[in-house]
């Protein structure tokens, strides 16, 4: 059994390929596509983290070429694009490499901006979501939560997430770099998600005047309501999204982050204008469709290499220390997975117990309460006794030992019964080990 990820980023893999691959968790196709993953015999668990900027297949299989061979087939038949494409564009990792890049992608460190912290939330949305149907269980769960762990390490030794830019902050700059500025600017923000609200903050820090629509009105009122409650002088308003065709048609600069399943601004919607406008569509697939119109300035995700760069530039030295801590935690994690076996812990159980037995016999010769010559005997009855005594918790043991409750089971035993070389399961806050419907 190996971990193994196949990976599609901004590295290797254009925003028109990557909106083709892109799930969305509120879909059922997304869930049936992990069900069918998992329910292959080469793939044990499988977890599918999709972004603006990647779309990762996180595994944990017993034969890499044939899982790597499933997913490419299923992902080829779901995206209609070619199998050899698909395998060309991909980035495939195993074990070591694996885990390490997990750990990084975690840490931020992969992102297209670097040290932008909306990878934690997503890829705790992606676990919770695998877990919660069942396709991920305990070998992806250790994984993740380590991941956690390290990303939390790189967090508090580095400053790589100090004043980081996220998508968003890189979209609103270049808004800025492209107008001068933004003080007073009408500006509309489409969609209630993560990206759209830091979009929202940004812009309300920039001095914008904003109009924010969504087709749930009440998430916009959210926003609208938790921003305002913070700075009382911010400059938004919520609108219907009925009003959508209105409002491109007026508002010059637009912002979407939407996840919807298709575009929403179509070439249908769009009336003349004798103004430029300028559209930062952030979404995955894009809300915005192929629009030919030179007074109108598209700008997707893949096209803020600008501000990324600068961002790395500036977090390259941080970057280096913390694919330090990255090694250092993917070594760690293969060492603690390395203690968890169950045998060793039963065998050194047994070997106290035996120890134990025969140093208090040998006392008990010394000080004449018994006879010499009834040793063999006595050992004998002592080995019997703790073998009925360990014998439930034996069986106990090994039956948990493959389960979610297992790790802390094994660790609690290790700490009572003085293994000082053992990590803790508490350290990195294991909530697999909780029953999962509280």
């Known amino acids: ?23 969305d968790l509120k879909e059922q196709k997304t869930k049936d596509f992990l069900t069918s993953l998992v329910g292959n015999k080469f793939i044990d668990e499988a977890i599918i983290l999709s972004t603006c900027n990647r779309i990762e297949f996180i595994t944990y299989v017993n034969n890499n070429e044939k899982a790597e061979g499933y997913i ?66 305990l070998n992806l769960s250790r994984a993740i939560h380590y991941a956690f762990k390290c990303a939390s390490s790189v967090r508090n030794s580095t400053n790589i997430s100090k004043n980081s830019v996220s998508v968003a902050g890189a979209a609103v700059a270049q808004a800025k770099d492209v107008l001068g500025s933004l003080d007073s600017i009408d500006t509309l923000v489409i969609g209630a998600g993560e990206m759209s609200s830091l979009c929202v903050k940004h812009l309300v820090n920039a001095h914008a005047n904003i109009v924010l629509i969504n087709r749930e009105i009440q998430n916009a009122q959210k926003i609208h309501d938790e921003i305002m409650q913070n700075n009382q002088n911010a400059r938004i308003k919520v609108e219907s999204f009925k009003e959508i065709g209105r409002l491109i048609n007026s508002i010059s600069l637009v912002f979407t982050a939407t996840g919807a399943p298709h575009s929403i601004i179509t070439k249908d919607l769009i009336s003349p204008c004798d103004f430029t406008r300028y559209w930062f569509d952030l979404a995955v697939p894009r809300d915005i469709d192929c629009i030919d119109d030179s007074n109108i300035k598209i700008y997707a995700v893949d096209d803020l290499q600008d501000i990324v760069q600068k961002n790395l530039a500036l977090r390259e030295e941080q970057a280096r220390v913390a694919y330090g801590i990255v090694g250092r935690y993917t070594e760690e ?53 703790f073998n009925v005594f360990l014998h439930d918790l034996t069986m106990n043991l090994k039956s948990v030992s493959n389960t979610q409750k297992g790790d802390m089971i094994i660790e609690s035993l290790q700490f009572l019964f003085d293994d000082n070389d053992i990590k803790m399961t508490e350290q990195y806050k294991c909530e697999y080990a909780t029953d999962s419907k509280k």
């Open 72 to 137: 490419l087939q299923k992902l080829s038949d779901e995206s209609k694009i070619h199998l050899d494409e698909l395998k060309q564009r991909a980035d495939f990792y195993t074990d070591i490499s694996a885990i390490h890049h997990l750990f990084s992608v975690a840490s931020s460190l992969d992102s297209l901006v670097i040290g932008e912290t909306q990878i934690s939330g997503q890829l705790k949305s992606a676990f919770k979501f695998s877990y919660d149907i069942g396709c991920c269980k």
């Open 333 to 385: 994690f293969f060492s603690w997975i390395s203690t968890l076996s169950v045998e060793p812990l039963i065998k050194l159980i047994r070997q106290k117990a035996k120890d134990s037995s025969l140093k208090e016999l040998q006392k008990g010769i010394q000080k004449g309460y018994l006879p010499k010559e009834y040793e063999k005997n006595i050992e004998k009855t002592l080995h019997n006794a």
């Open 1 to 23: 059994m190996s971990y193994y990820i196949l990976s599609y980023t901004h590295k290797n893999t254009d925003l028109c390929l990557r909106e083709k691959l892109a799930f």
